[in-house]
């Protein structure tokens, strides 16, 4: 399955570091930010969750709650957070029932090889559930920013 903006956004409820329990639903009335990303503790990954970090207090002004997903445990998520010094929220999609509802569950390839994994992406969704914007994030560098103005515009227009 993929998702297109203007689309209600698929709910789900998942763990997150720490061991609460995040539903999306819960956070209806406010922007949300799914950054999708691959790994804990990867180069990219942990650049791209401390500049969303950096620019936190920004998206809660913006009244935007800002949330990483990936596959792994809820263990792997806080050693990850205390490694990195991060500051957003994320959760341990450990079924990938959630990145499999986002389509970003996709077939990938590295030296040669196939092989399924999430694909970088983010999602934004207004506060009334409904997909706004979907980024495939080819370069980290820059990302959250450009997802912070999008999330600053949709609070505008609110």
């Known amino acids: 399955m993929s998702i297109e903006p203007g689309q209600p956004a698929p709910d789900f ?8 329990m995040v539903s999306l639903s819960a956070l209806r009335g406010q922007a949300v930010v799914l950054f999708f990303y691959p790994a ?7 650049t791209e969750a401390q500049d969303f970090t950096t620019l936190l207090p920004q998206f809660q002004a913006a009244r935007a709650q800002v949330l990483g997903v990936s596959s792994g445990s809820v263990p792997a998520k806080e050693k990850f957070v205390q490694k990195a ?6 959760l341990a999609d450990e079924s990938g029932e959630v990145v499999r509802s986002y389509g970003v569950w996709q077939e990938k390839s590295m030296y040669g090889k196939t092989y399924m ?3 970088r992406t983010t999602v934004l969704i207004d506060r009334d559930g409904f997909v ?3 980024w495939s994030v080819s370069r980290v ?12 515009h949709l609070q505008a227009t609110a």
């Open 13 to 20: 409820t998942l763990p997150r570091d720490g061991g609460e």
């Open 85 to 90: 010094g991060l500051g957003v929220p994320l």
């Open 117 to 119: 994994g999430i694909v």
């Open 132 to 134: 706004s914007h979907i």
């Open 141 to 152: 560098k820059g990302h959250a920013q450009q997802v912070l103005e999008a999330a600053r």
């Open 40 to 46: 804990d503790s990867t180069s990219s990954c942990t």
